[in-house]
């Protein structure tokens, strides 16, 4: 596994700066709930870049920077949640239904699994994966006998490329036209690569992962959004 690391993304935050906070609508087990109002929020970037970005919220689960000017939306629900933010329009009609496949094009998903409820199935699946030290929790929804073993392939997808942060969480890319960690997500496969970040968290072994697929010229913006969302997990975790 540790022979498939490769560094994610590329610069170095150098300042602190604002960007602006965009709510974002949601709709889930209890209903439609309004989009959050909030203040702008501070990050680790350069001035550039802090530009280019804006932090995107629902009321339920983590928050996200992404570039300025997108569209988002969350879905919700006793697994966990969803937050998608896409350049294109999203079809919030399509959402729970069957026949969505998902997103093409330039987007960012930041997802929550429970690892107490229904989300275990997710969690289990990508402990399967990518974060062996625990793999007891997968044998232990296995065994429950609701989903079959072969639900749970062990290992790491073949061309992704995983960088450990620590035995909690691992920073990932997957090619482009390739199925991997990165598409175990609502991005489809396309012509451009997926980086992110997978991290467990939480009594209940939950889990957060983040999906980032973006334009060449944006690339670099990568990093930073990564970086942030791991610095909002820690903080949780430690609340």
């Known amino acids: 596994m540790l022979s ?69 939306y969350s879905t919700y629900g006793s697994d966990g949640s969803n937050l998608f933010v896409s350049l294109d329009p999203i079809d919030t009609t399509n959402l729970f239904s069957p026949d969505w496949k998902g997103l093409r094009g330039q987007a960012v998903q930041v997802s929550v699994s429970s690892g107490g409820t229904s989300g275990r199935f997710a969690v289990a699946r990508t402990i399967a994966r990518v974060f062996p030290e625990f793999k007891a929790f997968t044998q232990q929804v296995i065994a429950e006998g609701i989903e079959p073993a072969s639900s749970f392939p062990s290992g790491p997808y073949p061309q992704d490329k995983l960088t450990y942060v620590d035995k909690k969480t691992v920073e990932f890319e997957t090619p482009a036209n390739t199925k991997g960690l990165g598409t175990d997500s609502r991005l489809q496969i396309d012509a451009s690569p997926i980086q992110g970040v997978a991290v467990l968290f939480g009594s209940e072994m939950d889990l957060v992962q983040l999906s980032v697929r973006l334009s060449e010229k944006d690339r670099d913006l990568v990093r930073p959004i990564i970086g942030r969302i791991e610095g909002e997990v820690a903080g949780s975790a430690a609340q």
Do not use: I, M, N
Request: net charge positive.
């Open 4 to 72: 498939q690391t490769a560094t994610v993304g590329t610069g170095k935050p150098d300042a602190t700066a604002q960007v602006p906070f965009v709510g974002c609508a949601s709709d889930g087990q209890v209903g439609p709930l309004k989009a959050p109002t909030g203040l702008a929020k501070a990050v680790t970037v350069s001035a550039e870049a802090a530009h280019r970005l804006a932090y995107y919220k629902a009321e339920t689960g983590f928050g996200v920077l992404a570039p300025r000017g997108w569209h988002c």
